[in-house]
């Protein structure tokens, strides 16, 4: 029972992870970036291809950030020229031509047939130990995140992002450029993404293109939109609905027969899409309500 | 906000009520054998999963009418991997550490299957699958000689197409495949095979999924003057293929794998376009009695014929030969069991075809369960050894000439 | 020290909203700037602000040439502009809406933050010092801590004018500072300027209400159609006959 | 000839992913977001025509189920959700309709299943013009991609209602401001891109299969032809879509098939960079 919390726990904090950086970039900042899974893929594949030559995980973790953001600096000078609904597609586009570079340049990353065997961490301890371990290593780069990302909130640096979202010209007249602002948030954001691919990759132990679907990123839209976007609370509370709901339902059909398996899966993407429209129309501010009212 | 924060502890408390219900309900029950059956019912694997899933449960329900397997009903509990890695880890976690399940059948795609077996090794318990890359076979994955493989490798399936292609005297075979592990790895399969003849494979494409056409991808191949396209392909997209194809008006012979050519791609195009396509299944079996059980299960359960779902079949078999393996080591132990599953599906032995037939025959000796999926026959690796079905469409009818061997 | 405008020309499409503009004022100075709607008064403040670019024509603000700068860069090089429709932050109060504007923060770069935090706690006490400063100059204090999306509409065009203070500039540049605000405010507003400027701050007012402007300026231009009609003391240029003309639709 | 056939490949794939851009265009110009639910749209629309062509056992009937029942699922979107979110944010709406997106794909799943299912329509040989083949499908689709645009311009230039869409595409203050009432706009154009989606549905269904996942699956294209062919510009759509397609097809001998997908994004791209509103739209005023 606890070992399937544990893993519960190790998901939902990895999608915590995601979602932190984009209530950086978009709740703080108001960058639509609608490609965080490139950048998931990006640290997944990093840590995992050095992992597997035999590079320390310690530095392949550091690398998976450094790679994801570094990924996202060109981004951020591309989202100076156009407007956020269309950064938002080019975004969607970006993770999309990543996923497609993964499946084609097979030399390197194996291509559709994925890396199997990605070392895990803490693989000395054995089962549940380590298992728990991970837990705990997750748990403490969730807790430094939060730290960072809550740190840059309060700081002159989150002033003047918020000041960007609220109205990026007259940041401008005042002599500030957004645009050093807004590459060191996707970049940021980007690397807080590479490490939870790394974390991703090194638990599941395989990857392959097609778990780097937009549908992630879709997730940690929801994650934040129901949590409160803009704040860090939020973020937590939103991924932790998330998962209650996704890993929930399986638990909803075993107490609730006749319902078939898919139909359940349905149900699922209907629930999912009803609630965020009813968030987005009953509840804008998510739980923990946003930044119009810290 | 208050207001909030109350409602929102009240909506945990809630779900964890829902989270914890049901380990109290399904508390182990004494008498019985659990198995997970992990399907892709949503995802890329939906056309198969969940007649995959129906047919676990109802081979267990045959296991449990014959009087279950060392005196222990099967009991199945059943989860969908949505055909994703992610899900999947967690939907086997939660048959593991929650439900205590003791063997997780049905995984499907590489990539699932790949992600779920570390936890089953952890577990020490079983897992079967459906999936055909190769890593599965060794270790790390098969480290500890658990994971039983029920269809055959994409390398052997493309040895399988190469004897075809020498045996029907083609000379400049080309390839199509689908961009994921098991189609690139079926036609991949092919070419080493087919180079390893000494012949020379004139074109090959692989195409991504979801496109409107596929004529550009067809252009390139036909440009080659292929007198036959292997693919490695699935039904919807062959589907799409066919009927482009059709038009191009350029005559070429395919061959396929049997889950591309299939009842339903007849029904989807019409008998006139896939007239004479060579459809190559594993499923060499289906004169077998084992297999007029499992067509008469998937029937009842379905409404469709066993025919259109080959891995429905694999997991008919799965449970088949694990409750065999269970009711010959008379207990429980994992590691007794294990022992045991190749002991009851491979030669020698007398050959048996249902599970209440195997149980009575197992008291008297030796026994080869032949499975409705093929002869059931597994290697040192876990894989099973199929002989592969050679199909002939013809007037919409998928007519048997012979089996290959491999 | 002087801004010079110097023939600059703008056109959208068709349309030539500036028509080789010529101007040059005094940095210290209060400068009005008059002229009907689709005069090219806005259009004028955003080529010289660095916010469009101008199709032909300089701009040197000191003997400096702004015309490769960007619009931040501008700002930086002593010249700040105010918007017509206020842009404040509205999900920051004015307090933060002020501290946001004062220039060169440490904190301002993640590598100051997290490595010199203990500069930045300094530098955030001189800053809140100047930005209570201001609030009290700008007698703002009532509102200070709200949020700024919620002040009214004469509130707001001061806390623009707050804003541009914080960043120290020599020149301001008012797009209709006294548009849409009451009138017991317009007179706090015109205290203000007139006050700045006794400290040396110069103004360039863009306004649509002759007489305010008239009262607050010595110096002013009158715009039409993109070309600058007349410039002197206002009545000299209010006597014109081709502003009569122009902009007072010919009543004489 | 070998191009020339890869050109008109293009050119039939540019018509589907055009036809979707259409309804995006529409909505995008003049209810200003990104409508993520179109893709869903068409789903709707090829199961609304599948099942009645199944009835009927006639194309044109699927095609007027299409057209009509997606036109009212649209419709219903709007007033029961776009609606109500017509003062907020961007992200807001293309939010809500990511999850309307999702929500109409379930109930399409549960309705129909998740089996694929096809038109049975009898297949023809193609036309030969040289060697570039051309098959009687790919004239229909053409026919109707322009029956389609010449449709949504003579609604938009020849009838009241259309001069008013665009008035509140120019600009929606001004269009209040002169009498235009919103809501009547707002729901013709509903209808209007909820047809048009539909009948993209519909020709895509006929020319692939349908599951209720394949219209999510042509979206991207569609967003990216809608972007590069310049927001409110439904013939900038269509021809985007036709560049995009035949950009695609022509490049495969040398990027190859996987890559070629890439390729759009990349165009888009370069394209925004250059011409942030695109191949035909208008000058957008200060944001």
Redesign the interface.
């Known amino acids: ?4 919390f544990i ?2 726990g190790i ?1 939902a904090l990895i999608y915590v992870i995601l979602s932190l950086g984009l209530t950086l970039q ?1 709740g703080l900042t108001g960058l ?1 970036n609608f490609g965080h899974v490139g950048f998931f893929a990006i640290g997944a594949y990093t840590s995992a291809l050095l992992a597997l030559k035999g590079v320390p995980l310690v530095l392949s973790f550091a690398a998976a950030a450094a790679l994801a953001g570094l990924a996202a600096w060109p981004l951020g000078l ?1 989202s100076l ?6 950064f ?3 975004t ?3 993770s ?2 990543v996923r ?2 993964i ?2 340049e097979g030399w390197l990353t194996n ?4 890396l ?2 990605i070392p ?1 961490l803490y693989e000395g301890l054995g ?1 549940s130990a380590a298992q728990l371990a991970v837990l705990v290593t997750v748990l403490a780069v969730t807790l430094v995140g939060t730290w ?1 990302i809550r ?2 909130a309060g ?3 989150g ?2 992002i ?2 960007i ?3 990026e ?9 957004p645009a050093r ?1 807004k590459i ?1 948030v996707l970049v ?1 954001g980007a690397a807080l993404a590479g490490i939870a691919g790394a974390f ?1 990759a090194h ?6 293109p ?2 780097f679907i ?1 549908l992630v990123t ?1 997730y940690v ?1 929801m994650a934040i ?1 129901m949590g409160g976007v803009g704040r860090v609370s939020g973020a937590i ?1 939103g991924t ?2 998330l998962m ?1 709901f996704l ?2 339902s ?3 059909r ?2 609730v027969p006749g319902v ?18 009813l968030f ?2 009953y509840r ?1 501010q998510g ?3 946003d ?2 009212k810290r | ?1 208050t207001h ?1 924060r109350r409602q ?1 502890v009240g ?2 408390g809630a ?1 964890t009520a ?2 914890g ?3 109290i ?2 508390a182990q029950a004494q008498g019985t054998f659990r198995i997970g059956a992990l ?1 892709p ?2 995802g890329s694997g ?1 056309p198969f ?2 007649g995959m ?1 129906k047919m676990i449960i109802a081979a267990a329900e045959a296991v449990n009418a014959a009087g279950g397997a060392a005196g222990r009903k099967i009991e199945t ?4 991997t ?1 055909t ?3 899900a999947a ?3 086997a ?2 048959l ?3 439900n205590k399940v003791q063997a997780v059948l049905g995984t499907w795609s ?2 699932v299957s ?2 779920v077996v ?1 936890l089953t090794n ?1 577990a020490n318990i079983i897992l079967m699958n459906t999936s055909g ?1 190769p ?1 599965l076979s060794v270790p ?2 098969n480290a500890k000689g658990l994971s039983y493989r029920f269809q055959a490798t994409n390398d052997r399936f493309g040895r399988a197409f190469a004897e075809i292609c020498e045996r029907e005297g083609f000379r400049r075979p080309a390839t199509m495949a689908f ?3 098991s ?3 079926n036609t991949e399969g092919f070419r080493k095979a087919w180079e390893a003849k000494g012949h020379k494979v004139v074109e090959s494409v692989v195409y991504e999924p979801n496109q409107p056409t596929y004529r550009s991808e067809l252009q390139k191949v036909l440009a080659a003057n292929p007198d036959v396209i292997v693919t490695g392909s699935y039904l919807a997209d062959t589907t799409i293929i066919m009927r482009e194809w059709y038009q191009s008006g350029q005559p070429v012979k395919w061959v396929m794998p049997g889950w591309a050519a299939s009842p339903e791609l007849v029904k989807a195009v019409g008998p006139d376009v896939v007239e004479g396509i060579i459809s190559v299944d594993s499923v060499s079996n289906e004169n077998a009695l084992s297999y007029k059980a499992y067509d008469e299960a998937y029937r009842k359960a379905t409404g469709q014929p066993g025919q259109s779902n080959v891995y429905a079949a694999m997991t008919w078999d799965m449970v088949h030969a694990l409750a065999l393996a269970i009711e010959a080591a008379n207990g429980t132990d994992m590691a007794a069991i294990n022992a045991k599953i190749r002991e009851v599906s491979n030669p020698a032995g007398q050959q048996v075809y249902t599970y209440a037939e195997a149980k009575e025959a197992l008291k008297k000796g030796k026994i080869n369960f032949e499975g409705a999926s093929s002869v059931l026959d597994f290697d040192q690796y876990g894989d099973v050894t199929p002989d592969f079905g050679v199909f002939f469409i013809e007037g919409g009818q998928l007519n048997r000439r012979y089996v290959v061997k491999i | 020290m002087s801004l010079e405008i110097h023939d600059i020309s703008k056109a959208f499409g068709g349309f030539r909203a500036l028509d080789g503009v010529r101007l040059t004022i005094e940095t210290g100075s209060l400068f009005g700037i008059i002229g009907p709607n689709g005069a090219g008064k806005s259009t004028l403040f955003s080529v010289v ?1 660095g ?1 469009a670019r101008a199709d032909e024509g300089q701009i040197r603000l000191d003997g400096q040439s702004l015309d490769s700068l ?4 501008r ?2 090089a002593g010249m ?4 017509q429709v206020p ?6 109060t004015v307090r ?2 002020l ?3 004062a ?1 060169k ?6 590598l100051g ?2 490595f010199r935090p203990g500069r ?1 706690r300094e ?2 006490g001189a800053i809140a010092e100047r930005v209570n400063e201001t609030i009290r100059f700008l007698k703002l204090s009532a509102v200070a801590d709200q ?1 700024s999306g919620k002040l009214s509409g004469g509130q707001k065009k001061l806390l623009e004018l707050g ?2 203070l ?2 120290e500039p020599r020149l301001i540049l008012l797009d209709e500072p006294f548009a849409g605000v009451n009138p017991v405010l317009i007179g706090e507003i015109m205290e203000r300027i007139t006050e700045l400027n006794t400290r040396g701050i110069g103004f360039v007012i863009i306004e649509h209400d002759l007489e305010a402007l008239t009262r607050l300026v010595p110096q002013l231009a009158v715009m039409d159609r993109g070309k600058v009609l007349a410039q002197g003391a206002p009545q000299a240029v209010l006597d014109d006959a081709l502003v009569r003309e122009a902009y007072l639709g010919g009543v004489s | 000839m070998f191009y020339a056939q890869l050109l008109v490949n293009g050119l039939v794939q540019g018509l589907v992913i055009g036809l979707a851009a259409l309804s995006i265009t529409l909505v ?1 110009g003049i209810a200003r ?2 409508n993520a639910a179109t893709g869903d749209f068409m789903t709707f629309g090829a199961y609304s025509a599948l099942s009645a062509h199944k009835v009927t056992g006639s194309i044109a009937m699927g095609g007027l189920a299409a057209i009509i029942a997606t036109g009212v699922i649209s419709l219903l979107a709007y007033l029961a ?1 776009f609606r ?2 017509a003062e ?1 944010s ?3 709406l ?3 309709s ?10 399409l ?2 309705a129909f ?2 089996s694929q299912q096809v038109f049975q329509v009898p297949l023809s040989r193609p036309y030969v013009f040289g060697s570039v083949r051309i098959t009687p499908l790919d004239l229909q689709l053409a026919l109707v991609a322009l029956a389609a645009l010449a449709l949504v311009f003579a609604i938009l230039y020849l009838t009241p209602i259309g001069r008013q869409m665009r008035a509140v595409a120019d600009n929606r203050d001004l269009a209040r401001v002169s009498g235009i009432r919103p809501d009547r706009v707002m729901i013709a154009l509903w209808l209007l891109a909820g047809s048009v989606a539909g009948i993209a549905g519909m020709m895509l269904g006929i020319k692939t299969i349908v599951t ?1 996942e394949f219209g999510w699956e042509m979206l ?1 294209p569609a ?2 032809a809608g ?1 590069l062919g310049g927001i409110g510009s439904p013939v900038g759509a269509v021809v985007a879509g036709l560049i995009l397609g035949v950009v695609q097809e022509v490049s495969t001998p040398f990027v ?1 098939f ?2 070629k ?2 390729l ?3 165009i ?2 370069a394209v ?2 250059v011409r ?1 509103r695109g191949l035909f739209g208008r000058l957008e005023g200060a ?1």
Not at chain 1, 260 to 277: C, K, N, T
Not at chain 2, 77 to 80: L, N, P, Q, R, V
């Open positions: 029972m606890e070992a399937y893993a519960i998901i978009y639509i591309v020229r156009l407007r956020d609904d269309y938002a597609i080019v969607l586009g970006f999309e031509v497609i570079v499946t084609s291509g559709v047939q994925g199997p065997g895990r089962g960072i740190r840059i700081s002159p640096f002033r003047l918020e000041a979202r609220d109205n010209e007259a940041v401008q007249a005042l002599g500030k450029d602002f060191q940021v991703y638990y599941i132990t395989y990857i392959v097609d778990q937009p879709f839209w939109i509370v932790a609905i209650l890993e929930g399986r638990f909803l075993d107490i078939s398996e898919v139909d359940m899966a349905s149900v699922r993407i209907g629930a999912v899409g009803l609630l965020l429209v987005i129309m804008p739980l923990m309500g930044y119009t | 906000m909030t929102f909506t945990i779900a829902l989270i219900a049901p380990s309900l399904r399907c019912v949503t939906s999963g969940s899933q509990i059943s989860e969908d949505q994703s890695p992610q880890v967690l939907a976690k939660k593991i550490d929650v590489s990539g790949l992600a570390p952890d890359a890593a790390p994955a961009n994921n592990a189609g690139v790895g | 602000s916010f960007s619009p931040p860069a700002a930086r700040v502009r105010t918007f842009r404040e932050f509205r999900h920051l933060e809406n501290m946001a504007a220039p923060q440490t904190g301002e770069s993640l933050l997290f930045v530098e955030e949020p804003r541009a914080m960043v | 995008f977001f990104p959700v109500r979110l907020r961007v992200v807001a293309l939010v809500a990511i999850g309307i997106a999702f929500f109409i794909r379930a109930v799943g549960v299943g998740h209720p991207l967003f990216t972007i190859g996987t890559y997908i890439a759009a994004f990349i888009m791209l925004l960079l942030p944001r």
